[in-house]
């Protein structure tokens, strides 16, 4: 009887919404609806002004794994990725978001690009995990579950620490990282360039 019991505790566990969509850390508040939205080449993402470089990015993450690039436009369209800034979500503080799944096209929204930003990581977080391979897959749907989310960060300070005053580690290594703590709503690197046992950058006016 334990057994069984503990077999449908797991069940309940696994296969719960939020388990399937994975977002880290998890959000405040989540409600589901019917249906999906599917990203595919028509799809566009819409970041106008100030929100250019975050639909930019959104696009460059997709890409590997999509095999084709979203268009980004100023411009509100259909079957669209449409990032928003909004002055009434500023409850939710500076890095706080709103994102909204529905049939015809995902909103995500903040009172900073920096809230954005954090809303498209999740977005990220809710597709296929094969969206976070660095080349082509085929035959995946790139379907996001309808659900509208809302999330702020418990802490104002969030990162993690690298050393390579000690170790060494390629630039290629140091960006991925970088990229990492970003898709985790991550906002500080504590970054050591220097210690007593060496000096690893290369600066003339102190050889």
Known sequence: MSLLF??????????????????????????????????????????????????????????????????????????????????????????????EVRPDGIDIAGSTPAGVFYGTQSLRQMLPTSVFSSSKIDGVTWSVPCATVEDQPRFAWRGLHIDVGRHFMPKAFLLKYIDLLALHKLNMLHFHLTEDQGWRIEIKKYP
């Open 6 to 99: 503990v077999a449908l505790a797991m069940s309940k566990v696994f296969t719960s919404p939020l388990q399937v969509m994975n977002i880290i850390p998890k959000p405040v508040s989540v409600s589901f609806t019917q249906g999906t939205f599917e990203i595919g080449p028509s799809t566009t993402i819409v970041g106008p002004g100030k929100l250019s470089s975050v639909a930019k990015l959104l696009q460059r993450d997709f890409a590997l794994a999509f095999g084709f690039s979203l268009p980004v436009s100023g411009k509100v369209t259909k079957n669209a990725i449409r990032l928003h800034l909004d002055p009434a979500l500023s409850g939710l503080g500076t890095e706080g978001y709103r994102m």
